[in-house]
């Protein structure tokens, strides 16, 4: 089986639910505690071994670029000064020269439409796709746990989560023919069906690992849910083709593409963060004693 070595990061999205913090910045470049949304999807794909990374981006994104490139300035600055664990954060997360990519979407024709806009770098190989909206807390990285799911099941895998049957709306959603518990193969697939069409809860977040055949999919695939190219009817397009399964993975998403589901990442990781913790942990409790 062909080695998974790259990564498409759709980011041309205009962030409508978090404005107007989205305003002028890039929703992937909101920080959560200490960091921009997007490095940790880049961190998490880099530590499942990933290797060459494209983003997708589009008009008022040059920040993330700003973000992964060498900030010579601000580096020789910090040196001077002897701040070296300041200056170890900045350089903490710049992936090799030469491993990332920038193209653009045009226009916001939807997700599939987006990752077809990384053909020409992803060519003729399987790839994964991460949604840095979907922020995965996990003990081994997302990507990785899919990456070795599909080295035993190959075709495509996507992370899975069950949710609450009100919110399949918001989901693409498997229509499951066999489920062991953690691997689910599926038929078919619906982006966002109303609870009552649903043919399950168990939906896909942000993480794929795409067999070629989709992105040849993505060239003649229609606009489907909402008028966009959708990336799951692509998937579907593929299902007769290449098996399909759902992983659940091990681990927790947050939803840092609305307001809620940010806060709450921001809660958990500044929790985890040992600067961080014991100040989140004390003004939590007194916010709750003040609740009750
Ligand atoms: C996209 C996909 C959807 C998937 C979701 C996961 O929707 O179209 O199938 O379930 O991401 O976060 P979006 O959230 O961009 O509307």
């Known amino acids: 089986m062909q080695r998974v070595r790259k990564v498409v990061f759709p980011v041309a999205g205009l962030g409508t639910r978090v404005l107007p913090a989205a305003k002028a910045v890039p929703k992937e470049m909101l920080p959560v505690v200490d960091r921009p949304v997007i490095e940790y999807a880049v961190e998490e794909a880099r530590a499942a071994g990933l290797e060459a990374f494209i983003f997708v981006t589009g008009r008022g994104k040059s920040a993330i670029e700003d973000h992964f490139d060498r900030a010579a300035e601000l580096e020789a600055l910090l040196e001077a000064k002897g701040k070296s664990k300041e200056?170890?954060?900045?350089?903490?997360?710049?992936?090799?020269?030469?491993?990332?990519?920038?193209?653009?979407?045009?226009?916001?024709?939807g997700l599939g439409h987006a990752v077809w806009c990384a053909r020409a770098f992803v060519q003729d190989e399987p790839f994964a796709v991460a949604l840095p909206d979907d922020l995965i807390r996990a003990e081994t990285p997302c990507l990785k746990q899919l990456l070795d799911a599909h080295a035993e099941v190959g075709g495509n895998v996507v992370a899975v989560i069950d949710v609450p049957k009100d919110q399949t709306a918001r989901y693409g959603i498997l229509d499951v023919t066999a489920d062991d518990g953690r691997l689910a193969a599926a038929q078919g697939l619906v982006e966002k069906?109303?609870?009552?069409?649903?043919?399950?809860?168990?939906?896909?977040?942000?993480?794929?690992?795409?067999?070629?055949?989709?992105?040849?999919?993505?060239?003649?695939?229609?606009?489907?849910?909402?008028?966009?190219i959708q990336l799951t009817d692509a998937l579907a397009a593929t299902i007769h083709e290449v098996p399909f399964h759902g992983l659940r993975f091990q681990g927790e998403r947050f939803d840092c593409g609305n307001k809620a589901g940010y806060v709450e990442a921001t809660l958990q990781f500044a929790l985890d963060n040992p600067e961080t913790a014991e100040a989140t942990r004390a003004a939590m409790r007194r916010m709750i004693a003040l609740e009750d």
């Open 87 to 109: 200056l170890a954060e900045v350089r903490r997360c710049q992936p090799p020269a030469g491993s990332l990519v920038y193209t653009r979407q045009p226009q916001p024709l």
């Open 193 to 228: 069906p109303a609870p009552e069409d649903a043919p399950s809860t168990l939906s896909i977040i942000g993480r794929y690992i795409l067999d070629p055949a989709v992105m040849r999919a993505l060239d003649t695939q229609q606009a489907g849910h909402g008028g966009e």
